[in-house]
Structures are given as structure tokens and as C-alpha cells.
């Protein structure tokens, strides 16, 4: 069975401090992994798909199949960056998505 | 460009009442899913739809019927609404492979009391 862990519930950073949201994933196939954001009282948007490895909004994030994480980094926080955040997985094959429990970020100023 | 229409966005039900979300893309996306979103949880899919034609059900389907009326709608109905059922509803909708990703709805926020 898939399963994508986020062990942080709350992440709270200062303005300007490196953030890191964990991702580890459990899967024997090959995995499409995405993360995904949402803002308070919005709804989910894309954040990033794994196989374009592009940056969107200062964020990266990077495949380690080794450790089977998918960790999202951002060098510098904003404020503006407060949200929760979901990693999910797509099993080879199938549509559906297997998301994390999220992991609620909180720059503070 | 609407990209995925949920109706409505807020709703109480008494324990026992049914009813049914809606959901309409117009992206004409092959796939459509429903999760619901639980504090602690995360999104756990209900039932979701390959294609026109076809559901199946997904990590959580008990006490869910749904309907894929068209290629652009795809409706959940609770038929005997219970307590348990308190949660934020999205429908989401993604290309034939989901390489792209999911598009979401802005949710539909239920209480069951």
C-alpha cells in the first residue's frame, strides 16, 4: 500500500529563516510526487511535480529515493509563504492521488 | 475559465437528511475525484472517476454514493447524513495520467449535527 508520512503538524519559522517540510514517502513502484498548497480559506493549488524540478515561489524540492523523501525547501521564508502544506503521491499507473496529513507552516515577522 | 465549480460552499444537515454536492470542470479533464478534509487527516479520497462511465471507490466510500452525470459533472450524495460526515468536501478533477496534477474546487464546508 502507498503511504506518504509529514511528521511535522506545525512548522514556525522567523521571516527570512530557511524552511524544510518534511516529506517521506512508501511506495514499491516508481512514484510521481507533488506538493501542494493551500491558503487559508482557498483552495489547494499545485505547488510542484517532481519530474519538471522547477522552482515555483523560491520553493525546490528534490527526489531521494534512498531515503524516499521528497522534502520541500525554501532558503529564505516570507510571510507571505504561511499555509498548509500537502505532499502527495501518484502510483504508477493510477490517477488518484495519496496525499500526507499537511504540514501547517507559520513565518512570523 | 471557471476550472472546477463546487456547489454549495456551506451547508448544515440534521442526522438522517441526504443530500448531494455538486461538482462541474470545464477543463474537459477525463478524471474526477471527491476528498474530504479532516483536521490531523489530511484529504482522503471518497470515490473518484477514471472516465465518463466509471467510479470507483477510494480510501473512504462508506456512507457516499456517486454519480458521473457527464464528462464535466460529477456529484456525492449522502443518503443518511450522520455526525461522522462533518467535514470540508473538495472535488478535484485531472488529465487522462495526472501528470499535471489535480485541479480543485474551493470545497464545501458540512456539518452534520
Known amino acids: 500500500a502507498q503511504r506518504v508520512t509529514q511528521p511535522e503538524k506545525l512548522l514556525s519559522v522567523f521571516k527570512g529563516a530557511p524552511v524544510e517540510l518534511k516529506c517521506n514517502y512508501s511506495?514499491?513502484?516508481?512514484?510521481?510526487l507533488f506538493w501542494y498548497v493551500q491558503y487559508s480559506r482557498q483552495r489547494l493549488q499545485l505547488l510542484l511535480r517532481h519530474i519538471s524540478r522547477e522552482s515555483i515561489k523560491g520553493f525546490t524540492a528534490d527526489l531521494n529515493k534512498g531515503e524516499t523523501s521528497f522534502h520541500l525547501k525554501k532558503p529564505i521564508a516570507q510571510e507571505e509563504d504561511s499555509a498548509m502544506y500537502y505532499c502527495a503521491l501518484k502510483p504508477t499507473g493510477f490517477q488518484k492521488l495519496v496525499f500526507g496529513t499537511g504540514t501547517r507552516l507559520l513565518v512570523s515577522p | 475559465n471557471a476550472g472546477v465549480t463546487q456547489t454549495p460552499k456551506f451547508q448544515v444537515l440534521k442526522t438522517g437528511q441526504s443530500m448531494t454536492l455538486q461538482c462541474a470542470q470545464d477543463m474537459n479533464h477525463n478524471s474526477m475525484y471527491w476528498y474530504r478534509q479532516d483536521p490531523g487527516m489530511g484529504l482522503r479520497l471518497i470515490y473518484y472517476?477514471?472516465?465518463?462511465?466509471?467510479?470507483d471507490k477510494g480510501e473512504v466510500p462508506n456512507g457516499y454514493n456517486v454519480s458521473r452525470l457527464n464528462k464535466r459533472e460529477f456529484s456525492l450524495r449522502l443518503e443518511s447524513a450522520a455526525p461522522s460526515q462533518t467535514s470540508v468536501y473538495f472535488c478535484a478533477s485531472s488529465d487522462g495520467q495526472g501528470v499535471y496534477g489535480y485541479t480543485f474546487g474551493s470545497g464545501t464546508r458540512l456539518t452534520v449535527v
Open positions: 511506495y514499491s513502484g516508481s512514484p510521481e
Open positions: 472517476s477514471a472516465s465518463e462511465g466509471t467510479t
